[in-house]
């Protein structure tokens, strides 16, 4: 089985971890105060969208980001969110049925989308469920343009997350973001550059630009 990170990870692992989110669709949106959508749109405004940029967001959930971004790419940009549990992709469908978002029903270590399309890709509250960072950062690095920009975010830093997610038990009690060192490493491999980490009390950001 093995991971945290000596990756392998079983079908039935996925599959429990799966079914877990999907027990909190009727809750997830709820899980986020009105501070923490402030936050989310302070650090959207801060990564210089511009319009006509297409999208990528990773572990979408319900789409909690979607009407921040779809309104700095406008009309003639594009939102795509993918998220492994199709209940959260029907939710997220239903919350925001706009023309210039779109949802799939994908696991983010197969993307299936094209190569080289993206602007930009940002997961939020996701990057530390991932069983295969290695995996999602070559995949990331593949559908992003040369320059495109990756931001993972948590509303948590990495030892109030790992702590929350004990806590929490079931599936997700080991799931924990890599070291500063690692999650560096992780995008070397994925040939990216410009890499900085925040990580303290309230925010995780890790942000770089493919090379």
Excluded at 103 to 126: K, M
Aim: charged share 30%; proline share 3%; glycine share 8%.
């Amino acid at each position: 089985m093995t991971n945290r990170y000596g990756l392998l990870i079983s079908e039935s692992m996925d599959e429990d971890r799966r079914k877990y989110f999907q027990s909190y669709v009727d809750e997830w949106d709820k899980m986020f105060t009105a501070e923490d959508l402030e936050i989310i749109s302070f650090l959207i405004d801060s990564f210089d969208i511009q319009k006509g940029e297409r999208i990528v967001d990773l572990g979408c959930g319900t789409g909690i980001l979607f009407d921040f971004l779809r309104r700095k790419v406008g009309g003639e940009g594009m939102v795509v969110g993918v998220d492994f549990c199709a209940d959260m992709i029907r939710r997220a469908r239903k919350n925001f049925p706009f023309n210039n978002v779109y949802e799939v029903d994908a696991d983010v270590e197969y993307l299936p989308l094209r190569s080289e399309y993206f602007d930009t890709a940002i997961s939020f509250a996701a990057f530390a469920h991932f069983a295969h960072p290695n995996k999602v950062m070559d995949e990331v690095s593949r559908v992003l343009k040369k320059n495109g920009r990756f931001h993972i975010i948590h509303l948590m830093g990495s030892e109030e997350l790992a702590d929350y997610h004990h806590k929490s038990g079931g599936p997700v009690s080991d799931d924990q973001l890599p070291t500063a060192e690692l999650m560096s490493e992780f995008f070397k491999l994925g040939h990216f550059t410009d890499v900085k980490i925040t990580d303290h009390p309230g925010l995780y950001l890790a942000t770089a630009i493919k090379g």
